[in-house]
């Protein structure tokens, strides 16, 4: 079974600064996404980013960009020119690309990101 | 993407009695999931719900308490039944339109005293 560890359980960053959550990831696949979601006090999950496991580009949206190792199985999330709006708590995904049932997430526990002003 | 919507937003319920939570997708998809997230911990799969067939349970899900209806292609509803305190959580469902990204409806705030 598929699991995703992010071993940060708190992280803070200053407003305009920069800030990587971790995330490794265990599989014997080889073909597979990877997804950051947010999920603010409103308690909505929003997606970040997300990864193809056959793409050797790291994704990239805006401020938010992912570190994808996946000899390493790693899977950091690089915020930056942090804002207050950032503040929440980062879930990191595991998906399987081979389809039918399996196409549930895997979640990590999650790191609550705090924005000092 | 997609829009979903849940009803109820948020509850109080009593325990031993039984709530329904509904989600409505803004177009036809083919898998809807239900998640539970516990107070403080992660999202954790309770059921993938395919329209036309049963909906297929994770370990430590059971039908009997969390029974599942997938009528048409953009609705589904998630039955919490005889809830317990420990039943207390945030319910969510999600859907998988077409780019294999999962996208979340708003939640259900469950609260079981």
């Known amino acids: 079974a598929q699991t995703v560890t992010q071993s940060q359980p708190e992280m803070s960053v200053q407003e305009a600064e920069t800030v990587t959550l971790s995330c490794t990831y265990d599989t014997s696949e080889s073909d597979y996404y990877l997804f950051w979601y947010k999920q603010p006090p409103s308690r909505q999950m929003i997606l970040v980013i997300r990864q193809e496991a056959y793409k050797q580009q790291n994704a990239t949206e805006n401020r938010f960009s992912v570190n994808f190792q996946k000899a390493a199985k790693s899977f950091s999330l690089k915020i930056s020119d942090s804002q207050l709006g950032d503040a929440a708590m980062y879930f990191c995904a595991y998906r399987t690309a081979s389809g039918g049932s399996n196409y549930k997430l895997t979640f990590g526990k999650g790191t609550l990101l705090t924005v000092n002003p | 993407s997609a829009v979903i919507s849940q009803k109820p937003s948020r509850d109080i319920c009593q325990r031993g009695t039984s709530l329904t939570i509904q989600c409505q997708v803004d177009s036809q998809v083919t898998m809807m999931f239900w998640y539970r997230q516990q107070p403080g911990q992660s999202l954790t799969l309770i059921a993938t719900a395919n329209q036309g067939s049963e909906a297929t349970y994770e370990s430590g899900f059971v039908i009997d308490k969390f029974p599942i209806s997938r009528p048409n292609l953009t609705f589904s509803t998630l039955t919490v039944s005889n809830m317990s305190p420990e039943d207390s959580s945030i319910y969510l469902c999600?859907?998988?339109?077409?780019?294999?990204?999962?996208?979340f409806g708003p939640g259900t705030r469950l609260l079981v005293l």
């Open positions: 999600s859907v998988t339109p077409h780019d294999e990204t999962q996208y």
